[in-house]
């Protein structure tokens, strides 16, 4: 009998228990989108905490250099990674959620710089002007496809949009891509006395969602997709998905 009333202890403890298992996320300093200085983590850390609390999983959030977070999720180190853009092409190994809201992104120059209004198709300006110019992107972010993969262009490459900012006022670079609510947020708290200098180009190039993108190769990548998914559903019928916006400012 004693055996009995074990394994009927144990089959019921063993739902709970994976239930409650803890999955590990990596991401970076990326205000107010993530940040371990910010409320709640920022803006993206609060949807990703809501969406996995609204469906009863545990997450733990690490913080890392992009690159880093990156690797570690490419290795299957961690079980996802977030703030990423849509972009299954370009991450193939990833599997991505279902999008939640992000910021505009687009070229940021010195005001002083002058820059063709013209644009392309892709909304870029000509690759003909583009291609004299230094152009300051983040190591390993995905950006604009066209600065991504366009031939002939020079792309200098920073550890962090802090540091790509810093070059763009020192003129070691001519163009930088960001996202504009990233920009602001920066240049308020690090560069608020060069705040005229600097010109975000209007219109911005890309309107992007964001998601948690998971290694394919973890086991439970599928599964936590699909938790992941419910519980961003949960919070944006509920309105919560929306009040988190509104209390990060986005």
């Not at 070229?107 to 013209?118: A, G, I, M, V, Y």
């Not at 705040?195 to 992007?208: H, N």
């Amino acid at each position: 009998m004693r055996l009995v009333a074990f394994l009927c202890l144990l089959a019921i403890a063993t739902p709970h228990a994976q239930a409650q298992q803890k999955l590990y996320l990596s991401t970076l300093d990326w205000p107010p989108y993530t940040s371990q200085t910010l409320q709640d983590g920022g803006y993206a850390s609060a949807v990703v905490h809501a969406a996995f609390a609204a469906v009863d999983i545990d997450i733990e959030v690490r913080h890392y250099p992009w690159a880093r977070a990156l690797s570690l999720a490419e290795q299957g180190k961690v079980d996802g990674l977030f703030p990423e853009y849509f972009a299954p092409e370009q991450r193939p190994d990833f599997l991505f959620s279902d999008p939640f809201p992000g910021g505009p992104a687009g070229l940021l120059k010195l005001r002083e710089r002058h820059l063709s209004t013209q644009r392309e198709e892709s909304g870029l300006p000509p690759l003909s002007e583009l291609r004299g110019l230094k152009i300051g992107l983040v190591r390993g972010y995905l950006n604009h496809p066209g600065l991504d993969s366009a031939p002939g262009l020079h792309r200098e490459f920073a550890r962090d949009d802090q540091q790509n900012l810093s070059k763009l006022l020192a003129g070691r670079v001519d163009l930088i891509f960001m996202d504009y609510l990233v920009a602001e947020f920066l240049i308020g708290r690090y560069f608020p006395e060069h705040r005229d200098e600097i010109d975000l180009l209007s219109p911005p190039l890309l309107q992007p969602t964001l998601h948690l993108a998971l290694p394919k190769k973890r086991a439970n990548a599928e599964s936590t997709l699909k938790a992941f998914n419910r519980g961003l559903q949960i919070i944006r019928d509920n309105g919560e998905l929306q009040r988190l916006r509104q209390h990060h400012g986005l």
